[in-house]
């Protein structure tokens, strides 16, 4: 039986009166790896924040597993993924103990970490291949293995459904190389994920399903975009250095088309 | 000459309170610190000064109205800070005003309200804690270290990103309040000790000298409840041996002393750390060079 992860039905969010999603119904089935893409300010973080009940909805309604966010509890069903590690007011955290946190939704509050949860957090670093870092301050890390990181506190929490807001924004080849890896073996254990991304680069080929967000609304859901002409070279990779402002890139082969 | 002191009943509840003290307030301070609250102490002791003048306005005991007082001015203050608007700052700031200006009224207005119990409070007087006294702060010492214990973990990830501990369904702002009230009994503990006034300096500065010298948060935690203790008892011996001492004062400034020194040892051990890290680095930097 295939269960629903994310259905949203008529889902409007707006800030301040401004009007940011509108009108969006998005269905994620288990197993599925939808990426959201768009332009920076289509608002596809703020749907995939929306899905999770973090940013309230202003019309329409969302489910988590069936359930509307406010009522769900089964939170470790859920790894999320944010844009960016937030480094808490100076005061350090190592890397294990920020991927170990990842397990918070299966830890009730009075369980003392068994040898699973360590076991967990043993792997997740693993996979990310931080291990050696395991007990540095998480400040001391670049921006890509900060990146690291945060999916490998995701990946401890051993959840169903990742959600990740840009994983791969501004992060060096390598990662985005091993976070592709990664994810080909959580699709292969039957995992579903929810990434927002800028251009798919190595995550192209996993990706089952596309859904394009343009000034709110969804204008295309289907089949993930192929790359074509330059992109399409066998080779080519997207690290050029225009790829954080370039909206279009892999996404060319869209625009004209008829849906 | 310490073991005489040892044996005076006076010493040794201040010995105790100095002790507690030295113990709680960095423990909830690097949650404070790590949620970028610091001066959440600060606004918590002004608005307590309010409480301690109830209590004496009303002839209740001060220690139980400033635990009030200073409850209900955490949660507005949490509140305020919910909300996010910009104008919160401002509103924080009416609050601490409100809250010492209270306090001072409220005190001349008050039967056997005296500029010296004043200063008492908003200094510190350790030398008159109670048998009493020492109940009440042992008591809340106890609840604060439950606080921690039971819910560190917790309050670790809301802490560190509120939006993760929304994610992954921890009553949030359950443990904002908790957070909040929890630093709201750390002052009105710490109050007898250090003051209102320096109340926020022992919740802080430990934690900053930490930080200096750690890696991780549970060390950090844990060396900060260190040097607050040695500054506590540190302060207290000090101005036992020479009664012009205020130990209010030299507790903070032994702590202050000590973070200078944390400073300067901090660099070596980062330097030595940047040297280790760099080598095992250099593979990745040169992926990225390339990328």
Redesign the interface.
């Known amino acids: 039986m295939t269960e629903t992860a994310f259905s949203m039905t008529g889902g409007r969010v707006s800030y301040d009166g401004k009007s940011v999603l509108q009108g969006i119904d998005l269905t994620v089935s288990s197993g599925e790896v939808v990426a959201l893409l768009g332009a920076n300010g289509s608002g596809k973080s703020t749907l995939v924040r929306a899905l999770?009940?973090?940013t309230p909805l202003s019309g329409g309604r969302t489910l988590l597993y069936g359930v509307p966010p406010a009522k769900?509890?089964d939170?470790?069903r859920?790894g999320?993924v944010?844009q960016r590690?937030?480094?808490?007011?100076?005061?350090?955290?190592?890397v294990?103990?920020?991927v170990a946190?990842g397990r918070?939704?299966r830890?009730s509050?009075?369980r003392r970490t068994n040898a699973a949860d360590r076991s967990a957090v043993a792997q997740a670093l693993e996979a990310v291949r931080l291990t050696?870092?395991a007990?540095?301050?998480v400040q001391?890390l670049?921006g890509?293995?900060q990146q690291r990181v945060l999916i490998a506190r995701a990946l401890a929490?051993e959840p169903d459904t990742y959600?990740m807001d840009e994983p791969t924004a501004g992060v060096?080849?390598?990662t985005q190389q091993l976070l592709a890896d990664t994810l080909a073996g959580l699709v292969l254990g039957g995992k579903t994920v929810v990434l927002v991304a800028h251009e798919l680069g190595p995550l192209e080929p996993i990706i089952t399903r596309g859904v394009l967000i343009r000034e709110g609304r969804v204008v295309h859901d289907g089949p993930p975009p192929r790359p074509e002409g330059e992109c399409a070279r066998p080779g080519h990779d997207h690290?050029h250095a225009h790829a954080v402002e370039s909206v279009a890139g892999p996404l060319t082969g869209w625009q004209g088309e008829p849906r | 000459m310490i073991i005489e002191l040892l044996q005076e009943e006076l010493f040794q509840l201040a010995l105790v309170a100095a002790l507690l003290v030295g113990l709680c307030a960095p423990a909830v301070g690097t949650f404070i610190v790590q949620r970028r609250l610091a001066l959440l102490g600060d606004g918590i002791g002004h608005v307590a000064l309010t409480g301690v003048a109830l209590g004496f306005l009303t002839g209740t005991a001060p220690v139980l109205t400033a635990v009030i007082v200073s409850i209900i001015g955490a949660v507005a203050i949490e509140l305020v800070r919910a909300r996010g608007r910009t104008s919160g700052d401002v509103a924080l700031a009416l609050l601490f005003y409100g809250g010492i200006a209270g306090g001072v009224m409220l005190m001349g207005i008050a039967p056997g309200g005296s500029n010296a119990k004043l200063n008492s409070y908003l200094f510190g007087a350790i030398a008159s804690v109670t048998p009493e006294d020492i109940w009440v702060i042992a008591m809340l010492a106890v609840a604060v270290i439950g606080v921690v214990v039971v819910f560190g973990r917790e309050l670790f990830v809301l802490c560190q990103d509120e939006e993760m501990a929304r994610a992954s369904g921890l009553p949030v702002r359950f443990l904002s309040l908790l957070i909040a009230i929890t630093a709201a009994l750390t002052v009105v503990i710490a109050m007898r000790v250090v003051g209102l006034l320096l109340v926020s300096a022992l919740m802080v500065i430990p934690v900053a000298t930490s930080q200096q010298l750690t890696r991780g948060f549970r060390t950090t935690m844990g060396l900060a409840m260190l040097f607050g203790v040695l500054a506590s008892v540190g302060g207290l011996l000090a101005s036992t041996f020479s009664t012009k001492v205020p130990p209010g004062a030299a507790i903070v400034l032994l702590a202050l002393a000590g973070f200078v020194l944390a400073l300067g040892v901090g660099k070596f051990v980062r330097r030595g750390r940047t040297q280790e890290s760099s080598v095992t680095d250099r593979p990745q930097l040169r992926v990225e060079e390339v990328a």
């Open positions: 999770l009940g973090l769900f509890r939170w470790w859920i999320y944010p590690l937030q480094v808490g007011g100076g005061v350090p955290a190592t294990r103990e920020v946190s918070i939704a830890q509050r009075l050696a870092r007990n540095d301050p001391s670049s890509g293995q929490g959600v060096d080849a390598e690290q």
